[in-house]
């Protein structure tokens, strides 16, 4: 059974910092591309960093130089840390693992609120 436990999430005033973290089980996780994506109400859920096993990442438009995604394979964890937060990264981030490309699994997801 996959699982995914996004944690970190919160309140902060803009220009600040937040760190999530996401806890998987019941994958492989060292041969696991992971992701980050965030929804905004209204809006499609829409990717915003995704990290290799080998470590090459790759980031949206919309938060490269101000987020950093990393791996701790020893503890089975993803992070994302986000810096410079703006109003417009407020959304649910979600936690992702695709299957073979044909299945997605999500966890349920951690609010982060940037406002003054």
């Known amino acids: 059974q996959v699982q995914l436990v996004e944690s970190g999430g919160g309140l902060v005033q803009p220009g600040g910092s937040l760190r999530l973290s996401c806890a998987a089980s019941?994958?492989?996780?060292?041969?696991?591309?992971m992701n980050w994506y965030r929804q905004a109400p209204g809006k499609q859920r829409d990717m915003v960093a995704t990290?290799?096993?080998?470590?090459?990442?790759n980031y949206a438009d919309s938060v490269k130089g101000r987020f950093i995604i990393s791996r701790d394979n020893a503890k089975n964890t993803v992070y994302l840390q986000m810096n410079s937060l703006k109003p417009e990264d407020t959304a649910v981030y979600y936690c992702?693992?695709?299957?073979?490309?044909?299945?997605?699994?999500w966890g349920q997801g951690t609010q982060v609120t940037v406002s003054s």
């Open positions: 019941g994958i492989i996780f060292g041969s696991a591309t």
């Open positions: 990290i290799t096993p080998g470590g090459t990442t």
């Open positions: 992702n693992y695709k299957w073979a490309s044909v299945r997605n699994y």
